[in-house]
């Protein structure tokens, strides 16, 4: 093995099982970052194929849940530095109906675009995927209190994007999650 981190094989095997049991959280951060569909789908492929080679990937669900975020975190901030912009929204909202807290699926989708990579990753990996502050800053690799005072402030523009057109109290969930 070469190069300054050793890596290990990627079996089938392997990538199978992290794909079984992380894809659909990995898709979801990816896809909520990168707001691309194709884009998101191949971060997630590049998290998974990472994860598989990696010798340190840990044997305990919750910690390898953790690492595989972790590695989803890097890749999709990494891409959205690369691309310098925003790629174009996921494919059209689902349904006409509303979201929690009366938002339109459209106006959060538009509202997130709005947020820096770092952000949006902070409010899906919180709202999302359900992670407290430790497993935040775990994953953000970052201090709790400063992960919480980053999350903090993209639920506060995304609230005011969210309600700059819209009537006061439509998002009364965004008040009672943070």
């Known amino acids: 093995m070469s190069g300054p981190r050793a890596t290990r094989a990627c079996s089938a095997d392997v990538l199978s099982e992290l794909a079984t049991a992380y894809a659909s959280e990995v898709g979801a951060l990816a896809g ?4 691309h569909r194709a884009t998101a789908e191949a971060a997630l492929e590049r998290t998974l194929v990472a994860a598989a080679r990696d ?3 840990p044997d305990a669900p919750d910690a390898r849940r953790l690492h595989l975020l972790r590695l989803a975190w890097r890749e999709t901030l990494r891409h959205e530095r690369r691309s310098g912009a925003v790629d174009p929204l996921l494919a ?7 979201a929690a807290g009366g938002i339109r699926p459209a106006a959060l989708q538009a509202a997130m675009a709005e947020l820096p990579a770092r952000s949006r990753a902070l409010v899906a990996l919180r709202f999302v995927l359900d992670l407290d502050a430790a497993q935040l800053a775990a994953v ?5 209190g400063r992960t919480m005072e980053r999350l903090d402030e993209a639920v506060g523009r995304l609230r005011w994007s969210l309600t700059r057109d819209s009537p006061v109290g439509v998002i ?3 008040d009672d999650a943070g």
């Open 32 to 35: 909520l970052v990168l707001q």
């Open 55 to 57: 010798p340190r990937l």
């Open 92 to 98: 059209e909202p689902v349904g006409d109906g509303m």
């Open 140 to 144: 953000a690799g970052d201090r709790p």
């Open 172 to 174: 009364e969930e965004l």
